[in-house]
């Protein structure tokens, strides 16, 4: 789920890094390049001589206050296209959309290679949370509101605010092409928000099952479900780190009047995502704590390839009265610098 409802529109963009190359003696020696470039030019090259390159969407002109990230890419056009997520192999991309003849968001698979993009999902119900099997990618995962019936569910009642709908969704398994279609997680109530740990043994969701928005873990298969958070609040967006020991998500949790408008709001099958902070735990849940403290909205938090640092999403920079969509940008932080008088550790623009 996004912070705000637009037309949105996919961008991909790789972090900056510094690469270096050694050449050890009595190395064989480098074999000449192919002749031609794809993908305009003819090659009789063999495939392993076809380095893997994005050639979907278009170039994105270079943003001089940008510069930490380089290269970067629109991958859509039109509609509205949210939650993109890698295949393990970094050739494809799952994410949702409601496109020409969508009646709501449905899941698609786009290959960053040639542009093709194809509908996963049966298009029965609203589709949310799509992600690749880890480590090979040979399935996806995604949830949908499919098994309450073939319609979209209605739209949520925004009189009072901006509210994301806790429709019934149950969280299936697939090919990649989207055949052979398995529920995976199901039961009443909200289960979404699936993602996978690195190795593909453990899956992480968000849940209604026992009546809060909770974090659970659960087997690739989907068997030994268990719950990892008991706070009152919104608990969700979870990802694990790349080692697999931790857990970061994002996180409500409201007391006195706050908390009675979000169980009133819960029990309507609403919530209103506001005031969200980043968390971060060890894989089991423990040793859970917040890790920003600026009563904002945080989302999309994420590890990078270090285990350690969080990069996120937030509009603690925004104008809060300039009226329309917030402004988002993109931040660092590391859970175990030293704490500011925020009380958490410091933010580093991204």
Request: net charge negative; proline share 9%.
């Amino acid at each position: 789920m996004l912070p705000f409802a637009a037309v949105r529109s996919l961008f991909v963009f790789p972090l900056v890094a510094a690469l270096a190359a050694s050449a050890c003696s009595g190395a064989e020696p480098a074999k000449p390049a192919p002749m031609g470039q794809l993908p305009n030019a003819v090659t009789t090259a063999q495939p392993e001589w076809l380095p893997f390159s994005i050639r979907a969407g278009e170039q994105v002109a270079a943003d001089p206050r940008e510069h930490h990230l380089a290269d970067l890419r629109k991958l859509t056009s039109g509609g509205e296209n949210a939650e993109a997520y890698w295949s393990p192999d970094g050739r494809s991309l799952i994410f949702q959309a409601t496109r020409e003849g969508d009646a709501c968001d449905q899941m698609y698979v786009l290959d960053l290679g040639t542009g093709e993009t194809r509908r996963v999902s049966s298009g029965k119900g609203r589709t949310t949370c799509g992600f690749f099997f880890y480590p090979t990618g040979d399935r996806i995962l995604y949830s949908s509101t499919e098994a309450t019936g073939p319609g979209c569910p209605p739209k949520p009642d925004r009189s009072q605010g901006y509210v994301w709908p806790l429709d019934p969704h149950d969280i299936y398994a697939a090919k990649p092409d989207g055949s052979a279609v398995v529920p995976l997680i199901a039961g009443p109530g909200y289960d979404a928000e699936a993602t996978m740990s690195f190795d593909g043994k453990r899956l992480v969701f968000t849940s209604t099952r026992d009546g809060d928005l909770e974090l659970y873990t659960a087997k690739s298969d989907g068997s030994d479900v268990r719950r990892i958070t008991r706070e009152p609040g919104y608990d969700g967006g979870a990802f694990f780190s790349p080692d697999g020991t931790r857990l970061v998500w994002r996180a409500s949790r409201p007391t006195g009047e706050a908390l009675d408008r979000y169980r009133a709001m819960l029990a309507r099958g609403l919530i209103q995502p506001t005031h969200l902070e980043i968390m971060v735990a060890d894989a089991s849940g423990g040793r859970a704590h917040a890790i920003t403290n600026n009563g904002r909205e945080n989302f999309a938090p994420s590890f990078l390839p270090d285990s350690r640092r969080v990069i996120f999403a937030s509009n603690v920079a925004a104008n809060a009265a300039s009226g329309g969509p917030p402004n988002f940008d993109l931040y660092v932080i590391d859970p175990e610098g030293p704490l500011t008088l925020t009380g958490g550790p410091a933010l580093r623009s991204a």
